[in-house]
């Protein structure tokens, strides 16, 4: 793997590697570079498997971080490629011409994450979300309490309590107060 | 609709002389013309593999065109964990594959042992060990049913669904939960197995392997069977990379890949694992490999209740799990359920949250792209016994 990453670094600008474990390893590099280094990997690394194509909302650098996860059968290792790109101008390179089921991954983070993959088969299709016109999902900026708040509406003649206030209320009145699980969104 | 030519993998041409005309290689089908019909499969359809549909265009009864529709459980597992402290997310993974839960709170634990730099002790290792192998078994049964079922054979469904059930005890006296078993929390797992526990898995594999028996000579060995499963649903050695195709359904096509063997975890390296595999490809292949897997698995089980040390430690020393903070980096944890390739990829950020978890499913290109491609030019009959030879399971497409 060491001298892969040697290849590599003599390749293309390697922005970071970080061997996770022995059959981990991540390296990031940029953007324009991401489909050529693919393309390597796949046709004369042996990293022929890709396992998933996945995105992190980095919504404080204003980043999405794009993660190829690929497996090498040979040598039984899995290398994750990351990349980051613009958050507010979101696209990236296709790959379904390198891997035939990589439209499907592309397609659900144009749906989820709003992320444009020109030229991608279907990917203007909707994935699980139906008539969706908000705010893709999955960008953390997407307030899920106001969403629902907008959309459904209270039955009624049913009250709303916060359930740690309401259980320390009625059940533990008598104790001291304990840290507790709670979900305290942002 | 862009998977309108025909099947390439299969090598099985259709007569295409009149239906549907051909232009750039593309079928031109034109639903006011009356020569074809759209009609859907699901989701509420007992040839369906849980809830997704596919949506058909068939010519006489033979399929022309065919797109999965998933969405119909979207419970949002993934934006859920994005709001939870660590030890909230463990409950809820389980629930992303019903049949075999198992898979997803081991991958979902150890991804957080990962990254925290968590090392679990050796007797909980043995006892994930054993988890997840009967959580194998009760899969497989509940996979031989389904397999049976939609080739009209509902009375092999029934025996290996009860059979599964008394899987289900085991797994009551080893959890405390039938279903759901939240059993291997990060650290370790939350209990030894109780008093009696040894004879009674014996017992139940000898009952196994007996009903394994009747399954070949009713199931396997039956002639409607292999005239109905043989040649249905080929995947070629090359659609494997193109596809991503793992799991029995990759093996099938003659690729070596069990991750028990690849890439061990847990306690698999210890054990003597084989790697089965066919050079066929067809939904028979699958179901032959799939039950000898099952013996395999079979095999592993008794292996392992011989080999489990008696004292130990069951979890390792963990910090308070309420305020628990992981370190901020990037894992991604994968095991080998029924279905082939299960994996979690888990981005900390160094807060109480996860930053991103993404759970990794085998069906998520069986079901979609491989099933799109395959479904093409068979007959509307045999859809259900592809969908099933492809053993697909949509809560894992959905997450």
């Given at each position: 793997m060491e001298q892969l990453i040697k290849k590599l670094k003599g390749m293309v600008h390697l922005r970071a590697y970080r061997k996770q474990r022995d059959d981990l390893h991540f390296i990031m590099?940029?953007?324009?570079?991401?489909?050529?280094?693919?393309?390597?990997?796949?046709?004369?690394?042996?990293?022929?498997?890709?396992?998933?194509?996945?995105?992190?909302?980095?919504?404080?650098?204003?980043?999405?971080?794009?993660?190829?996860?690929?497996?090498?059968?040979?040598?039984?290792?899995?290398?994750?490629?990351?990349?980051?790109?613009?958050?507010?101008?979101?696209?990236?390179?296709?790959?379904?011409?390198?891997?035939?089921?990589?439209?499907?991954?592309?397609?659900?983070?144009?749906?989820?994450?709003?992320?444009?993959?020109?030229?991608?088969?279907?990917?203007?299709?909707?994935?699980?979300?139906?008539?969706?016109?908000?705010?893709?999902?999955?960008?953390r900026d997407f307030d899920t309490l106001e969403y629902s708040d907008k959309t459904f509406y209270q039955r009624p003649g049913r009250s709303t309590n916060d359930p740690a206030e309401y259980m320390k209320e009625k059940m533990y009145k008598n104790y001291p107060p304990s840290p507790g699980i709670r979900r305290d969104d942002e | 609709m862009s998977n309108l030519s025909k099947n390439k993998y299969?090598?099985?041409?259709?007569?295409?002389?009149?239906?549907?005309?051909?232009?750039?290689?593309?079928?031109?089908?034109?639903?006011?013309s009356h020569k074809f019909t759209k009609i859907w499969q699901g989701p509420q359809h007992p040839g369906v593999t849980g809830n997704m549909s596919v949506e058909l265009i068939i010519n006489g009864d033979e399929i022309v065109w065919a797109k999965t529709h998933v969405g119909y459980l979207h419970r949002a597992f993934e934006k859920l964990m994005e709001r939870r402290k660590y030890i909230q997310c463990f409950p809820l993974v389980?629930?992303?594959?019903?049949?075999?839960?198992?898979?997803?709170?081991?991958?979902?634990?150890?991804?957080?042992?990962?990254?925290?730099?968590?090392?679990?002790?050796?007797?909980?290792?043995?006892?994930?060990?054993?988890?997840?192998?009967?959580?194998?078994?009760?899969?497989?049964?509940?996979?031989?049913?389904?397999?049976?079922g939609s080739l009209g054979m509902g009375a092999i469904g029934q025996w290996t669904v009860g059979m599964r059930d008394f899987w289900l005890d085991l797994f009551e006296e080893m959890t405390g939960g039938r279903v759901y078993h939240m059993y291997m929390i990060p650290g370790g797992v939350r209990k030894d197995l109780p008093d009696g526990f040894k004879d009674q898995a014996r017992d139940l594999i000898v009952r196994t392997r007996k009903l394994l028996g009747d399954v070949e000579n009713t199931f396997l060995s039956n002639a409607i069977v292999k005239s109905r499963l043989q040649g249905l649903g080929i995947i070629t050695p090359e659609m494997v990379d193109e596809y991503g195709i793992v799991g029995p359904n990759a093996r099938a096509t003659g690729r070596e890949y069990d991750i028990r063997i690849n890439n061990p975890y847990v306690k698999y390296s210890e054990l003597d694992v084989k790697m089965i595999t066919s050079s066929v490809g067809d939904a028979y292949a699958r179901a032959e490999l799939r039950y000898k897997d099952m013996h395999q698995s079979l095999d592993l089980v008794s292996?392992?209740?011989?080999?489990?040390?008696?004292?130990?430690?069951?979890?390792?020393?963990?910090?308070?799990?309420?305020?628990?903070?992981?370190?901020?980096?990037?894992?991604?944890?994968?095991?080998?359920?029924?279905?082939?390739?299960?994996?979690?990829?888990?981005?900390?950020?160094?807060?109480?949250?996860?930053?991103?978890?993404?759970?990794?499913?085998?069906?998520?290109?069986?079901?979609?792209?491989?099933?799109?491609?395959?479904?093409?030019?068979?007959?509307?009959?045999?859809?259900?016994?592809?969908?099933?030879?492809?053993?697909?399971?949509?809560?894992?497409?959905?997450?």
């Open positions: 590099v940029d953007k324009p570079q991401l489909e050529m280094i693919l393309a390597h990997l796949k046709n004369n690394e042996g990293f022929t498997h890709l396992a998933f194509l996945q995105a992190v909302d980095l919504i404080e650098d204003g980043k999405f971080q794009l993660t190829y996860m690929l497996y090498n059968y040979s040598t039984s290792v899995n290398l994750g490629v990351n990349v980051l790109i613009d958050r507010d101008d979101a696209e990236m390179n296709s790959i379904h011409k390198l891997w035939a089921h990589g439209w499907q991954y592309q397609r659900e983070l144009h749906e989820l994450y709003g992320i444009d993959f020109p030229g991608s088969p279907r990917v203007e299709e909707s994935f699980v979300l139906e008539g969706w016109e908000e705010m893709p999902p999955m960008r | 299969s090598g099985y041409d259709a007569d295409r002389s009149k239906y549907p005309e051909m232009e750039n290689g593309k079928a031109v089908i034109d639903l006011d389980c629930r992303i594959c019903v049949p075999e839960p198992d898979t997803n709170e081991y991958c979902v634990s150890a991804a957080m042992e990962d990254l925290a730099g968590i090392t679990v002790p050796e007797k909980a290792q043995w006892l994930r060990t054993l988890n997840l192998e009967m959580s194998r078994i009760a899969s497989y049964l509940m996979w031989i049913g389904g397999q049976a292996a392992i209740l011989d080999r489990i040390p008696e004292e130990g430690a069951l979890q390792a020393k963990m910090p308070n799990l309420v305020n628990w903070k992981i370190p901020p980096g990037q894992t991604y944890v994968k095991a080998e359920s029924t279905r082939g390739e299960h994996g979690f990829y888990m981005v900390s950020d160094g807060t109480g949250k996860p930053r991103r978890v993404f759970a990794r499913g085998a069906s998520y290109t069986h079901a979609i792209s491989v099933l799109e491609e395959l479904a093409v030019n068979i007959s509307l009959s045999d859809l259900a016994a592809l969908m099933v030879s492809l053993h697909t399971c949509p809560p894992e497409i959905e997450r």
